[in-house]
């Protein structure tokens, strides 16, 4: 069995000086803590802020790169780069981990080809192609009103991608955007980290309908992590509470100052706080991908954590570490373990193949 998560921030927290060789107290994933959640493969996201300039966007991006790419050669004992589902198999057998790259905010493309292009030669494997913003691509789930679904930019984005053999993402995209890739893409697509609105309201999870429609094209909803999106109890509570604003105040400043010792206590604190409050547990990650089970079937669905991008976790899932917990809820439901290696790996892993062979470079 392969266990793969497809959606990870940790680039950004390289960034603010992790160490992925220690075994971090406030850390969702560093080298560690992946062995021992037995994960098997990662995409890296490489996430750029949508108040960030495009030109900013892409020399960040590639800072990103240069930073994980050192951090997974220093730790070549438990990990290696990777760039394809081949690799992934590889390093399996070679018991090391597999990093792979994504990118999260199609702003750093800076509406080029020659720049995606750029970055595939650097290993970047799937788009999602916004954030919480519209831009150059795609409209947004938070905002959706500029472009009514893709921008003339994105349709191309979509043809170019298909070429490639990348990986078309659409979590964070509006409902006509999602609608639109299914559309104009040739390959299956993917979400790499959401959950199921019939389930939970907010406007980044998706429909029935929207998961029925990706099913039909052969793609997957990779189940995310952060409450919020897990349950609208836990959002109001969170949202009473204010500490999501406070949170956001100390990340800011922490990452400006990622060696300030005051910062990264104040950003440790809080994290304890949102710690404290009642958080749906692992439970609830298995109900969501229980529900796309029961709707669309047992190949459409898999796992996409979101750690190192959320502040909280549900109980039970406090780190990477914690993944096999997700699986022993499953088999409590009567999951044979054909069905959890499907759901733990293989169907992302199909779409990946679809796309590779899809690929016309």
Not at 135 to 142: C, E, L, P, Y
Not at 179 to 185: A, H, Q, V
Not at 296 to 306: A, C, K, L, M, Q
Request: hydrophobic content about 40%; some cysteine; glycine content about 4%.
């Amino acid at each position: 069995m392969i266990v793969l998560d497809s959606h990870c921030d940790t680039p950004s927290q390289i960034m603010r000086l992790r160490d992925l060789a220690k075994d971090n107290r406030y850390a969702h994933i560093d080298f560690p803590k992946m062995k021992r959640g037995k994960i098997d493969a990662s995409f890296f996201a490489l996430f750029s802020p949508h108040t960030m300039s495009q030109d900013k966007a892409y020399q960040y991006c590639k800072q990103m790169i240069a930073a994980v790419s050192a951090s997974v050669e220093a730790n070549s004992d438990y990990a290696s780069m990777a760039a394809s589902t081949k690799d992934i198999y590889r390093l399996k057998n070679e018991d090391r981990i597999a990093i792979l790259l994504g990118m999260e905010n199609g702003s750093a493309l800076m509406s080029s080809m020659s720049v995606l292009d750029e970055f595939y030669e650097l290993g970047l494997r799937y788009i999602t192609l916004c954030h919480n913003a519209d831009n150059d691509i795609a409209d947004s789930a938070a905002e959706a009103r500029h472009w009514n679904g893709l921008s003339p930019f994105g349709k191309e984005l979509i043809k170019r991608m298909n070429a490639m053999g990348i990986i078309i993402d659409v979590a964070h995209a509006s409902d006509k955007s999602f609608y639109d890739c299914l559309k104009y893409s040739n390959s299956p697509i993917v979400s790499t980290h959401s959950c199921c609105r019939a389930l939970a309201s907010s406007r980044r999870n998706m429909s029935d309908d929207m998961i029925k429609a990706l099913a039909s094209e052969g793609g997957v909803i990779q189940i995310n992590f952060y409450p919020v999106f897990l349950s609208d109890s836990f959002a109001k509570l969170l949202s009473d509470s204010k500490l999501d604003d406070k949170a956001d105040m100390i990340e800011a400043n922490f990452i400006k100052e990622p060696s300030n010792i005051k910062y990264i206590e104040q950003w440790h604190r809080v994290l304890d706080d949102l710690n404290a409050l009642e958080r749906p547990s692992y439970k609830r990650v298995v109900e969501h991908i229980d529900h796309v089970v029961q709707l669309v079937g047992i190949e459409h669905v898999g796992i996409g954590s979101d750690y190192d991008g959320i502040n909280v976790c549900p109980k039970g899932l406090e780190d990477i570490s914690k993944f096999p917990i997700i699986f022993e809820g499953l088999k409590e439901r009567g999951y044979r373990e054909q069905d959890i290696e499907k759901i733990a790996g293989a169907n992302f892993l199909r779409v990946f193949e679809q796309v590779e062979s899809l690929a016309l470079l």
